[in-house]
């Protein structure tokens, strides 16, 4: 069954702590995509990478990290320098970087800092 | 940069009725314009497109139409059924860069009335 998996669902995590987001994809896509979704926001991108070993900034990037050594993979570290980390985090993927088509997203993370 | 505004951010009508979200964007160089759908708790999904030399797409309840020289696109669903009830985003971008250059609209959040 193809599709995108992002884990965990729920996250907890006590101020000053990071905390990695998971995000698998077997639909063989080469871009891949981390958005950040806050009520009354549209989502805002954080992070994007079209190929492995190269990933670029997005809109709010400040606060966060990514790596993408696998075409599979592209997971999203929450650092403590993100100030205001509490938010659901949808990952997505897409057939082929530098071109506009359909997001394929995951279900979501939520995450919520103490 | 691209701006993509959403109205309204809630919509309620009873089922069976006609539902219509519209969205403004500024740049004049956008030509690409999905519309997505997130259902409660589950992941966002693309519904319908539209590519700016086209004014206007159909699929079964839904439509989208297009205004270039407004830069304004609506969504509109006929016959409204208990289903329909979700977020809905709209987005804008130029088809000529990547997906990376897509920016959302702040959701409508619609709901059905039985």
């Known amino acids: 069954d193809g599709g995108i998996t992002q884990s965990p669902k729920y996250l907890f995590r006590k101020e000053g702590q990071n905390v990695t987001l998971s995000c698998e994809q077997n639909l063989n896509h080469d871009a891949m995509y981390w958005y950040r979704q806050d009520p009354g926001q549209g989502l805002r991108l954080i992070y994007y990478?079209?190929?492995?070993?190269?990933?670029q900034k997005g809109d709010i990037a400040e606060g966060y990290s990514v790596s993408r050594e696998k075409k599979e993979s592209f997971p999203l570290t929450v650092t403590s320098a993100q100030k205001n980390p509490t938010a659901f985090y949808l990952c997505a993927s897409s057939i082929a970087g530098g071109l506009t088509g359909e997001l394929f997203f995951g279900e979501g993370s939520r995450l919520t800092v103490l | 940069g691209e701006n993509v505004e959403q109205h309204p951010s809630t919509l309620s009508v009873q089922e069976g009725d006609s539902a219509v979200i519209k969205c403004t964007y500024s740049?004049?160089?956008?030509?690409?314009f999905p519309w997505y759908k997130q259902e409660l708790g589950k992941r966002p999904q693309l519904i319908i497109d539209?590519?700016?030399?086209?004014g206007e797409k159909k699929d079964q309840r839904i439509a989208v139409t297009l205004n270039k020289t407004a830069k304004h696109f609506s969504l509109h669903i006929t016959e409204t059924q208990p289903e329909d009830s979700a977020v809905y985003f709209c987005?804008?971008?130029?088809?000529?860069?990547?997906?990376?250059?897509?920016?959302f609209g702040t959701g409508t959040r619609l709901t059905i009335i039985p």
């Open positions: 990478s079209q190929i492995v070993n190269d990933f």
């Open positions: 987005a804008a971008s130029n088809a000529n860069f990547g997906n990376e250059k897509l920016t």
């Open positions: 740049d004049s160089a956008s030509n690409y």
């Open positions: 539209i590519r700016s030399n086209v």
